[in-house]
């Protein structure tokens, strides 16, 4: 066999491989979204996250128009979150701890083992949650003790989730006695830093505005989605 021939088949096995990558691609890309005029992942200035509504479903019950469906969309096409087997997400649905941590997880795209991470907790035992759960105690996202329960079947709240989240993407807190613009975030409060190194990055406009940030108010999973998509939409790199 000459080398021209030999070169001729190598250039036809890359050519393939290349097609096999393309097809992948397309078959991956579920979910087209719009260009934006948004600042992305790491930018100095504040993104901008009015986003135009989208011309299809995200989920069956998630359509184009709905307030979080961009940042469905954009978590769904990365393989970030998953829906329900009907094809559903519940967006209203009141979101628990344990599957809220199983939420971050898949924003991070970080898939710990039940082997190594399924016992952390009284009350986490390797249930299906339990590999999010104990890896965020092990990476330090949580904090308390773990001779004490986790509770992963309490709702999660606004001040618990932002704060979780935050560290888990290690958003860099700001320095100095700053104030809230929450009438309801005191300067004693365990996660008035991480309020307001979200208000500084832009994380909570036209999603939570004031006056009151109401920590204590539980999140539902379409809420969750918008404040992980938009972390990740400022925090990761290009995705």
Not at 201 to 227: C, N, Q, S, W, Y
Request: hydrophobic fraction near 45%.
């Amino acid at each position: 066999m000459d080398s021209a021939t030999i070169r001729f088949e190598r250039w036809i096995v890359v050519a393939l491989m290349l097609a096999a990558i393309g097809f992948l691609g397309y078959l991956m890309a579920d979910v087209v979204l719009p260009k934006t005029e948004a600042s992305l992942h790491g930018a100095p200035e504040k993104p901008n996250f009015d986003f135009e509504a989208l011309d299809y479903m995200v989920f069956a019950d998630v359509p184009g128009t709905h307030d979080h469906a961009y940042a469905l969309a954009y978590l769904k096409s990365r393989g970030m979150v998953q829906g329900y087997e009907e094809g559903t997400f519940l967006p209203e649905e009141v979101m628990d701890r344990g599957t809220f941590m199983k939420m971050l997880t898949g924003a991070k795209q970080v898939y710990p083992h039940r082997l190594r991470y399924g016992w952390c907790y009284p009350d986490v035992q390797g249930e299906w949650f339990a590999p999010a759960v104990c890896f965020g105690q092990d990476r330090g996202w949580l904090e308390g003790s773990p001779e004490q329960p986790f509770g992963p079947e309490e709702n999660i709240t606004r001040a618990e989730a932002l704060k979780i989240a935050l560290r888990a993407f290690d958003v860099e807190l700001a320095e100095g006695q700053r104030s809230s613009v929450f009438a309801d975030v005191g300067n004693d409060a365990f996660y008035k830093d991480y309020v307001i190194a979200a208000e500084e990055k832009g994380l909570l406009d036209g999603f939570i505005d004031g006056p009151h940030f109401e920590p204590d108010r539980a999140m539902t999973r379409g809420e969750v989605a918008e404040m992980l998509f938009r972390i990740v939409y400022t925090e990761m790199p290009v995705l």
